[in-house]
C-alpha cells in the first residue's frame, strides 16, 4: 500500500495574523537578510527529482526476458550451425524489439519531469515594501506574492487580500468551475478543494487580484506531495507481457528437455556425436518459434492504428491489449464522464418547477414541466432569464458548426439558457444597456449590475440563495428548502433578482430590498454517449467506478445518472483516510463513487483493487491523477484538458477525452488478444509439428547410406526449418491481426487477470494440428522417399523427399490459417472475404514456395529440388486434411457450449 506523505503545517484554519506570527513575516514583506537566510534553510523553489534509472539498466530490462533469451539462444544456434544469414535475421528481431521496448520506457520516465512544467518562470513579489519580480525558485516561505487574472501559482499560498480572486484548480482537486478565494479560515479538516483561504502552486488565477504570504515551498507543496506519490507508484507487468513470460518459460524448458532426450535417442541408435549434435540443434531451431516476437509486435502496432483510428493514442505496446483484460474502469467525473460544460437544468419560479433539456454549451433544448410535457416561456420566466442573462459577461456564439465560448461555466450556463429559450443575448445586451456593475466576491457571494431600459434604470443581481434570498423581503418561504432539495440532487443553485433603482453609480447598499425572479439549478451534466458505454462495460463484465475531487452531492448526482453503484451517497476522501485495510477493501469492492479524494485516496483504491486481483484502467487529466495513473495497470490521460503530467504518467492518451472512446478501445483491445491468441494457435503446431517430425524420424527411420557418407534420414533440414519458421509462418501469421472482432467481443467478461494464454484451447488446437501435420509429412516423405529412391538414388531422393515435405507443411498451414480466423465460427459463417491481407498473406506464400522449389539460387541454400505436378497435388491433397478436421472440432465445440 502506498505511504502517506509527512503532512505539511496546516495554515487554511489560521487568521490572517496567525499565519503572519508562525511565518515570522510582515505585510511588506521580507527583508533581505531574512530571503537569503530561508533560501539556505529550505533550497530553492523547484520540485524535487529523483534520478532514473540509467540507459544501460534500461536496455538490460529489456533484454532480461525468458523469450529474449530463447531467441537469442536460437539465433547463435543458427548461426552454430553455419547459417550466418538465418541466426542473423533471428538477431535483428531481438535487436528490434529490444530497442522499442527501451524507447518507450525511457520516454515513460519523463512523468515527473513534467511537473517542472506547471510552475512560472518568474512571480510578483514584495520584499521591504518593494514589489519585485523574481525567479519562482529563489521564492521562500514567508514572502509575500501579488497575484492577478492569468498568473500561474508559484507555491502554496496563504490568502492575505483577495478582490474577486478565483483560481482553477480543476487540475489538483477535480472541482469544475473555478473556485472563490478569501483571507478568511476554514475548518481544519476541510478537504483539499474547500480550502478557500489557500492557492496551490501550479493552479492558475481566473479572474481577480490579490496578495498571498507563501507557506510550501518545492517538495512540501501540494504538488511536491504528488511527486512522492510517483515515484511510490509501482508500473505493473502487463497480462500480455505475462503470459508470453510464461510461453517462454514452457518452451525453454521443454526445448531443452526434448533436444537432451533427442541426443540420448540419437546415440542410441547409433548416430555419431556430431550427428546427434545436429538433430538435438535441429530440433530447437524447429521448436523455438523465431517469428512470435515479430508478430506480438506487429498485432499490437496494428491495435495501436485501429484505437488512433477512434481517438485513443497508445504510448507503450503492450497497453493495446491490457486494456482488452481490464476488469475495473476507475474514472474521473470533470471532461471525462462530464461533458465540463455546465448547463442549468432546473429553473424554479416560486413554487412551480421546470425542466430544461439539453447538455452542454450548444444552445439546443427545451422547457418542460416534471411529467416532461412542453410548456411555454411566459412573461415571469422571461423576466427570470433575461435578469439571468444581463447580470453575466459571457458569451456563446455560433458560427455554421463552430461554436464559441468564452466566460465563466456558471455565466456561460445563464447565456446558454436564455438562447436555448430563444432570448438571443446580444441584442438585449444592447437593447438594455449595462451602466455599472459590482463584481462577484467571495466575501459578498453576488453579483449585481445596472441597466438603462428606456426611460427606467434596474438592478439585476445573481449569486448563492443563502446570501440573497434574505435580500427579498417578499420571497417564499419554501424558497430555501428548495435550494436544499435541488442541492441535494447535486445542482449548483443560482438566486436572480431584480429592484427598480434611481440613475447612478452602482452601490452596494442598494443590494437590498430585492424582488426575488426565481432560482437556477445547473451541473456538469453526463455526456450521453457516456451513459451507453458505462452499460457496453457492464455488459462486458467491467465494472466503472468514478473518482472525483469534486463536492459528494455533484459525485452522487452523476453517478445514479450514470447508472453507477452509489449506494446511499458518494464515499469521501476523508472515509477514505479513517478507513483501516479491511474497511478500505469492503468500500473498494462494493462502492462506486468516490469525492472529495487526495491523490494519495485515488493511489490507495486502485492499489486496493489490484490487491483483490483486478486488471484496473484509471483515467483522469490532472496533475492529481497522475500517481494512480501511473500505478494503474493501464492509465489513460485526457488530450485535451490533460496536463502534461498526467500524459506522461498514462499509457493511453484520449484524443477526445470522451469516455465513450474507453469503451471502443476495450473492444480494440479484445480483439488483439483474440487475434494475437489464434496467432499463437496457428504459429505453434507449425513449431511443434517440425520437432514432431524430427524426432520421429531420429526414432524411427533408419541412418541412411548418401554419397559413401552415413547420414541421418531427416525429413526437413535445418534450413528449411527456418524457412519455414521465419519466412512462411509469418506471412501467413501476420495477416490473422487484421481480423475482424468475433461477435461476442463485447458480451463476455473479461478474462481472469492469470488466464494463461496457452488455455484449453491452444493447447486442444495445437494438439490436433501437431498431430495431423506430423502424420501427412511424415507419410508423404516415407511414401516420396521410397519412390524415388530406386529411380534417382538416394542424394536426389532425400531432396525430393524433403521438398514435398516442406511444401505439404506450407499447404498445411495455408488451410490451417483459414480455420483461425475465428475460434469457433467458420470461415463461412465469419464471411470468407472478409480479412483480404489472409489471402494477399497466401498469395505472397505461394510465390515464395515456387521460388524455394524451382529458383536455383534457393535450390542451393536450401538444398531442394524441382518437383513434378503430380507430387504438388499430393502435398495440396495431404495439407488440406486439415481443413475439415478443424470444421469439426469447432462444430463440437459449438455444441458442448
Same mark, same amino acid.
Given at each position: 500500500?502506498?505511504?502517506?506523505?509527512?503532512?505539511?503545517?496546516?495554515?487554511?484554519?489560521?487568521?490572517?495574523?496567525?499565519?503572519?506570527?508562525?511565518?515570522?513575516?510582515?505585510?511588506?514583506?521580507?527583508?533581505?537578510?531574512?530571503?537569503?537566510?530561508?533560501?539556505?534553510?529550505?533550497?530553492?523553489?523547484? $520540485?524535487?527529482?529523483?534520478?532514473?534509472?540509467?540507459?544501460? $539498466?534500461?536496455?538490460?530490462?529489456?533484454?532480461?526476458?525468458?523469450?529474449?533469451?530463447?531467441?537469442?539462444?536460437?539465433?547463435?544456434?543458427?548461426?552454430?550451425?553455419?547459417?550466418?544469414?538465418?541466426?542473423?535475421?533471428?538477431?535483428?528481431?531481438?535487436?528490434?524489439?529490444?530497442?522499442?521496448?527501451?524507447?518507450?520506457?525511457?520516454?515513460?520516465?519523463?512523468?515527473?519531469?513534467?511537473?517542472?512544467?506547471?510552475?512560472?518562470?518568474?512571480?510578483?513579489?514584495?520584499?521591504?515594501?518593494?514589489?519585485?519580480?523574481?525567479?519562482?525558485?529563489?521564492?521562500?516561505?514567508?514572502?509575500?506574492?501579488?497575484?492577478?487574472?492569468?498568473?500561474?501559482?508559484?507555491?502554496?499560498?496563504?490568502?492575505?487580500?483577495?478582490?474577486?480572486?478565483?483560481?482553477?484548480?480543476?487540475?489538483?482537486?477535480?472541482? !469544475?468551475?473555478?473556485?472563490?478565494? #478569501?483571507?478568511?479560515?476554514?475548518?481544519?479538516?476541510?478537504?483539499?478543494?474547500?480550502?478557500?483561504?489557500?492557492?496551490?502552486?501550479?493552479?492558475?488565477?481566473?479572474?481577480?487580484?490579490?496578495?498571498?504570504?507563501?507557506?510550501?515551498?518545492?517538495?512540501?507543496?501540494?504538488?511536491?506531495?504528488?511527486?512522492?506519490?510517483?515515484?511510490?507508484?509501482?508500473?505493473?507487468?502487463?497480462?500480455?507481457?505475462?503470459?508470453?513470460?510464461? %510461453?517462454?518459460?514452457?518452451?525453454?524448458?521443454?526445448?531443452l528437455a526434448i533436444s537432451a532426450v533427442l541426443f540420448g535417442v540419437g546415440l542410441y541408435r547409433g548416430y555419431s556425436v556430431s550427428d546427434a549434435l545436429l538433430v538435438a540443434i535441429t530440433l530447437a531451431v524447429a521448436a523455438v518459434p523465431e517469428g512470435l516476437p515479430a508478430i506480438v509486435t506487429i498485432a499490437l502496432a496494428i491495435g495501436v492504428q485501429r484505437m488512433a483510428a477512434r481517438n485513443?493514442?497508445?504510448?507503450?505496446?503492450?497497453?493495446?491489449?491490457?486494456?482488452?483484460?481490464?476488469? %475495473?474502469?476507475?474514472?474521473?467525473?470533470?471532461?471525462?464522464?462530464?461533458?465540463?460544460?455546465?448547463?442549468?437544468?432546473?429553473?424554479?419560479?416560486?413554487?412551480?418547477?421546470?425542466?430544461?433539456?439539453?447538455?452542454?454549451?450548444?444552445?439546443?433544448?427545451?422547457?418542460?414541466?416534471?411529467?416532461?410535457?412542453?410548456?411555454?416561456?411566459?412573461?415571469?420566466? !422571461?423576466?427570470?432569464?433575461?435578469?439571468?442573462?444581463?447580470?453575466?459577461?459571457?458569451?456563446?456564439?455560433?458560427?455554421?458548426?463552430?461554436?464559441?465560448?468564452?466566460?465563466?461555466?456558471?455565466?456561460?450556463?445563464?447565456?446558454?439558457?436564455?438562447?436555448?429559450?430563444?432570448?438571443?443575448?446580444?441584442?438585449?445586451?444592447?437593447?438594455?444597456?449595462?451602466?455599472?456593475?459590482?463584481?462577484?466576491?467571495?466575501?459578498?457571494?453576488?453579483?449585481?449590475?445596472?441597466?438603462?431600459?428606456?426611460?427606467?434604470?434596474?438592478?439585476?443581481?445573481?449569486?448563492?440563495?443563502?446570501?440573497?434570498?434574505?435580500?427579498?423581503?417578499?420571497?417564499?418561504?419554501?424558497?430555501?428548502? #428548495?435550494?436544499?432539495?435541488?442541492?441535494?440532487?447535486?445542482?449548483?443553485?443560482?438566486?436572480?433578482?431584480?429592484?427598480?433603482?434611481?440613475?447612478?453609480?452602482?452601490?452596494?447598499?442598494?443590494?437590498?430590498?430585492?424582488?426575488?425572479?426565481?432560482?437556477?439549478?445547473?451541473?456538469?451534466?453526463?455526456?450521453? +454517449?457516456?451513459?451507453?458505454?458505462?452499460?457496453?462495460?457492464?455488459?462486458?463484465?467491467? @465494472?466503472?467506478?468514478? %473518482? @472525483?475531487?469534486?463536492?459528494?452531492?455533484?459525485?452522487?448526482?452523476?453517478?445514479?445518472?450514470?447508472?453507477?453503484?452509489?449506494?446511499?451517497?458518494?464515499?469521501?476522501?476523508?472515509?477514505?483516510?479513517?478507513?483501516?485495510?479491511?474497511?478500505? +477493501?469492503?468500500?473498494?469492492?462494493?462502492?462506486?463513487?468516490?469525492?472529495?479524494?487526495?491523490?494519495?485516496?485515488?493511489?490507495?483504491?486502485?492499489?486496493?483493487?489490484?490487491?483483490?486481483?483486478?486488471?484496473?484502467?484509471?483515467?483522469?487529466?490532472?496533475?492529481?491523477?497522475?500517481?494512480?495513473?501511473?500505478?494503474?495497470?493501464?492509465?489513460?490521460?485526457?488530450?485535451?484538458?490533460?496536463?502534461?503530467?498526467?500524459?506522461?504518467?498514462?499509457?493511453?492518451?484520449?484524443?477526445?477525452?470522451?469516455?465513450?472512446? %474507453?469503451?471502443?478501445?476495450?473492444?480494440?483491445?479484445r480483439r488483439v488478444y483474440d487475434n494475437l491468441k489464434k496467432s499463437l494457435a496457428f504459429v505453434l503446431p507449425t513449431n511443434l509439428g517440425l520437432a514432431c517430425i524430427l524426432m520421429a524420424a531420429v526414432i524411427f527411420f533408419p541412418i541412411a547410406e548418401v554419397d559413401g557418407v552415413l547420414l541421418p534420414l531427416l525429413p526437413v533440414l535445418p534450413t528449411q526449418l527456418l524457412w519455414i519458421n521465419?519466412?512462411?509462418?509469418?506471412?501467413?501469421?501476420?495477416?490473422?491481426?487484421?481480423? #475482424?472482432?468475433?461477435?461476442?467481443?463485447?458480451?463476455?467478461?473479461?478474462?481472469?487477470?492469470?488466464?494463461?494464454?496457452?488455455?484449453?484451447f491452444v493447447v486442444r488446437r495445437t494438439g490436433l494440428a501437431t498431430l495431423l501435420m506430423t502424420g501427412v509429412a511424415l507419410w508423404l516423405f516415407d511414401w516420396e522417399y521410397a519412390r524415388q529412391l530406386p529411380l534417382l538414388g538416394p542424394k536426389v531422393a532425400l531432396s525430393q523427399a524433403q521438398t514435398m515435405t516442406v511444401t505439404t507443411v506450407i499447404t498445411f498451414q495455408i488451410f490451417y490459417?483459414?480455420?483461425?480466423?475465428?475460434?469457433?465460427?467458420?470461415?463461412?459463417?465469419?464471411?470468407?472475404?472478409?480479412?483480404?491481407?489472409?489471402?494477399?498473406?497466401?498469395?505472397?506464400?505461394?510465390?515464395?514456395?515456387?521460388?524455394?522449389?524451382?529458383?536455383?539460387?534457393?535450390?542451393?541454400?536450401?538444398?531442394?529440388?524441382?518437383?513434378?505436378?503430380?507430387?504438388?497435388?499430393?502435398?495440396?491433397?495431404?495439407?488440406?486434411?486439415?481443413?475439415?478436421?478443424?470444421?469439426?472440432?469447432?462444430?463440437?465445440?459449438?455444441?458442448?457450449?
Amino acid at each position: 500500500m502506498v505511504t502517506e506523505p509527512t503532512p505539511a503545517p496546516s495554515w487554511h484554519h489560521l487568521s490572517v495574523e496567525g499565519v503572519q506570527q508562525r511565518l515570522g513575516t510582515t505585510a511588506t514583506g521580507l527583508i533581505a537578510s531574512e530571503v537569503a537566510k530561508r533560501a539556505a534553510q529550505y533550497g530553492p523553489n523547484l $520540485l524535487p527529482r529523483k534520478k532514473g534509472d540509467g540507459p544501460l $539498466l534500461i536496455l538490460w530490462r529489456q533484454v532480461n526476458n525468458p523469450l529474449i533469451w530463447v531467441l537469442l539462444g536460437s539465433g547463435g544456434l543458427a548461426i552454430g550451425l553455419g547459417k550466418l544469414t538465418d541466426g542473423s535475421v533471428v538477431l535483428a528481431v531481438v535487436v528490434l524489439n529490444t530497442l522499442i521496448g527501451f524507447f518507450q520506457e525511457y520516454r515513460a520516465g519523463r512523468a515527473i519531469e513534467a511537473l517542472s512544467e506547471l510552475v512560472p518562470e518568474n512571480v510578483a513579489v514584495e520584499r521591504e515594501g518593494k514589489r519585485l519580480s523574481v525567479p519562482v525558485a529563489e521564492l521562500v516561505p514567508g514572502d509575500l506574492v501579488h497575484l492577478a487574472a492569468g498568473d500561474k501559482v508559484p507555491a502554496d499560498l496563504r490568502i492575505v487580500t483577495a478582490r474577486g480572486l478565483f483560481v482553477e484548480e480543476a487540475a489538483l482537486t477535480g472541482e !469544475s468551475v473555478p473556485s472563490g478565494k #478569501t483571507p478568511d479560515p476554514v475548518a481544519q479538516d476541510a478537504a483539499l478543494g474547500d480550502r478557500s483561504s489557500l492557492v496551490f502552486g501550479g493552479t492558475i488565477v481566473t479572474a481577480g487580484s490579490g496578495s498571498a504570504w507563501v507557506v510550501a515551498t518545492a517538495g512540501q507543496t501540494e504538488l511536491g506531495r504528488i511527486s512522492s506519490l510517483i515515484h511510490e507508484a509501482t508500473e505493473l507487468v502487463t497480462p500480455l507481457t505475462k503470459a508470453l513470460a510464461g %510461453i517462454a518459460k514452457v518452451l525453454t524448458m521443454a526445448i531443452l528437455a526434448i533436444s537432451a532426450v533427442l541426443f540420448g535417442v540419437g546415440l542410441y541408435r547409433g548416430y555419431s556425436v556430431s550427428d546427434a549434435l545436429l538433430v538435438a540443434i535441429t530440433l530447437a531451431v524447429a521448436a523455438v518459434p523465431e517469428g512470435l516476437p515479430a508478430i506480438v509486435t506487429i498485432a499490437l502496432a496494428i491495435g495501436v492504428q485501429r484505437m488512433a483510428a477512434r481517438n485513443a493514442v497508445v504510448r507503450r505496446l503492450p497497453s493495446v491489449e491490457t486494456l482488452g483484460s481490464t476488469t %475495473i474502469i476507475c474514472s474521473d467525473k470533470t471532461g471525462t464522464l462530464t461533458k465540463n460544460e455546465m448547463t442549468v437544468e432546473a429553473v424554479v419560479l416560486g413554487r412551480r418547477r421546470l425542466r430544461v433539456t439539453g447538455a452542454g454549451y450548444w444552445p439546443t433544448g427545451a422547457l418542460q414541466d416534471q411529467g416532461g410535457a412542453a410548456v411555454e416561456v411566459d412573461a415571469e420566466l !422571461s423576466a427570470l432569464i433575461d435578469a439571468a442573462a444581463l447580470c453575466t459577461d459571457a458569451t456563446v456564439s455560433v458560427e455554421g458548426d463552430r461554436l464559441a465560448v468564452t466566460g465563466d461555466p456558471t455565466e456561460l450556463a445563464l447565456v446558454v439558457l436564455a438562447e436555448k429559450l430563444g432570448h438571443a443575448v446580444e441584442p438585449l445586451r444592447a437593447d438594455r444597456p449595462r451602466t455599472d456593475a459590482i463584481p462577484f466576491e467571495s466575501e459578498r457571494q453576488w453579483m449585481a449590475t445596472a441597466h438603462e431600459i428606456g426611460a427606467e434604470h434596474w438592478l439585476y443581481a445573481k449569486g448563492a440563495p443563502e446570501v440573497l434570498v434574505p435580500l427579498c423581503p417578499g420571497a417564499d418561504p419554501h424558497t430555501l428548502a #428548495t435550494v436544499a432539495e435541488l442541492a441535494g440532487e447535486g445542482l449548483r443553485v443560482l438566486a436572480v433578482a431584480r429592484k427598480r433603482r434611481e440613475p447612478g453609480p452602482l452601490l452596494v447598499e442598494e443590494v437590498q430590498g430585492l424582488e426575488l425572479l426565481g432560482l437556477v439549478g445547473m451541473i456538469d451534466p453526463p455526456r450521453p +454517449e457516456a451513459i451507453d458505454a458505462v452499460a457496453r462495460c457492464r455488459a462486458a463484465g467491467i @465494472t466503472v467506478k468514478m %473518482i @472525483t475531487g469534486d463536492h459528494p452531492g455533484t459525485a452522487t448526482a452523476i453517478g445514479r445518472a450514470l447508472g453507477l453503484d452509489v449506494g446511499e451517497a458518494a464515499v469521501t476522501g476523508q472515509l477514505l483516510a479513517q478507513a483501516d485495510p479491511a474497511e478500505l +477493501e469492503r468500500l473498494a469492492k462494493e462502492r462506486g463513487v468516490f469525492a472529495r479524494v487526495a491523490p494519495e485516496h485515488k493511489l490507495r483504491l486502485v492499489q486496493t483493487l489490484q490487491s483483490q486481483g483486478h486488471v484496473v484502467a484509471m483515467t483522469g487529466d490532472g496533475v492529481n491523477d497522475a500517481p494512480a495513473l501511473k500505478q494503474a495497470n493501464i492509465g489513460i490521460a485526457m488530450g485535451i484538458s490533460g496536463t502534461a503530467v498526467s500524459k506522461e504518467a498514462a499509457d493511453i492518451v484520449l484524443a477526445d477525452d470522451n469516455f465513450a472512446t %474507453i469503451a471502443a478501445a476495450v473492444e480494440e483491445g479484445r480483439r488483439v488478444y483474440d487475434n494475437l491468441k489464434k496467432s499463437l494457435a496457428f504459429v505453434l503446431p507449425t513449431n511443434l509439428g517440425l520437432a514432431c517430425i524430427l524426432m520421429a524420424a531420429v526414432i524411427f527411420f533408419p541412418i541412411a547410406e548418401v554419397d559413401g557418407v552415413l547420414l541421418p534420414l531427416l525429413p526437413v533440414l535445418p534450413t528449411q526449418l527456418l524457412w519455414i519458421n521465419l519466412v512462411a509462418a509469418v506471412a501467413l501469421a501476420l495477416p490473422l491481426a487484421f481480423e #475482424t472482432k468475433e461477435r461476442n467481443v463485447m458480451s463476455r467478461p473479461p478474462r481472469a487477470p492469470d488466464a494463461p494464454m496457452l488455455d484449453r484451447f491452444v493447447v486442444r488446437r495445437t494438439g490436433l494440428a501437431t498431430l495431423l501435420m506430423t502424420g501427412v509429412a511424415l507419410w508423404l516423405f516415407d511414401w516420396e522417399y521410397a519412390r524415388q529412391l530406386p529411380l534417382l538414388g538416394p542424394k536426389v531422393a532425400l531432396s525430393q523427399a524433403q521438398t514435398m515435405t516442406v511444401t505439404t507443411v506450407i499447404t498445411f498451414q495455408i488451410f490451417y490459417v483459414l480455420n483461425c480466423r475465428s475460434e469457433l465460427e467458420s470461415v463461412f459463417q465469419i464471411g470468407f472475404f472478409s480479412n483480404p491481407t489472409v489471402f494477399v498473406g497466401i498469395g505472397v506464400v505461394v510465390v515464395l514456395q515456387a521460388a524455394f522449389i524451382y529458383l536455383p539460387p534457393l535450390q542451393m541454400v536450401f538444398g531442394t529440388s524441382a518437383i513434378d505436378l503430380p507430387s504438388l497435388g499430393w502435398s495440396a491433397l495431404a495439407g488440406s486434411v486439415i481443413l475439415p478436421a478443424i470444421l469439426i472440432e469447432k462444430a463440437i465445440r459449438r455444441s458442448v457450449r
